[in-house]
């Protein structure tokens, strides 16, 4: 349950802990090491199932997206990587990354939805659907 979420304070101790973001990052890099396990989610779905792994996706019904949405995101997406070393420069520098170490991590991102990504989608939805008990809200 979203309600029994309780934000863990720095010096508190805990059995697991799932990191994001920058955050998740600075753990790889090195505090993490406190860990017996530190697994990347992306990296084990495709292991498991081959398939790339979907953390998000901008959706909208037919007929609602509003005007030269869809080309912004797209030309979004290509100016970032043209500009990734520049947006590194600007930003504080995360611990245990270089720029080349973030260069060749962001370049993994994809920001186009193909059939893999949508067979991605379908696998999940299967497993959820046979291992997950959902109920409405």
Do not use: N
């Not at 863990?8 to 396990?37: F, M, P, Q, S």
């Not at 992306?42 to 398939?51: A, H, Y």
């Not at 193909?114 to 991605?120: N, T």
């Amino acid at each position: 349950e979203p309600s029994a979420y309780v934000p863990v304070a720095d010096g508190e101790t805990y059995d697991a802990r799932l990191a994001i973001g920058d955050e998740a990052l600075e753990l790889r890099a090195g505090a993490g090491l406190r860990y017996r396990h530190c697994l990347d989610l992306g990296l084990e779905w495709f292991r498991w199932t081959g398939l790339p792994c979907v953390f998000a996706v901008w959706a909208a019904r037919r007929g609602r997206i509003p005007g030269g949405l869809e080309s912004a995101l797209r030309e979004g997406s290509a100016t970032w990587r043209d500009r990734l070393d520049d947006l590194w420069a600007a930003r504080p520098p995360l611990r245990g990354m270089s720029q080349a170490g973030a260069r060749i991590y962001l370049g993994r991102f994809t920001y186009e939805f193909g059939e893999a990504e949508e067979k991605a989608l379908e696998k999940f939805a299967s497993l959820c659907a046979e291992h997950v008990t959902c109920r409405p809200a």
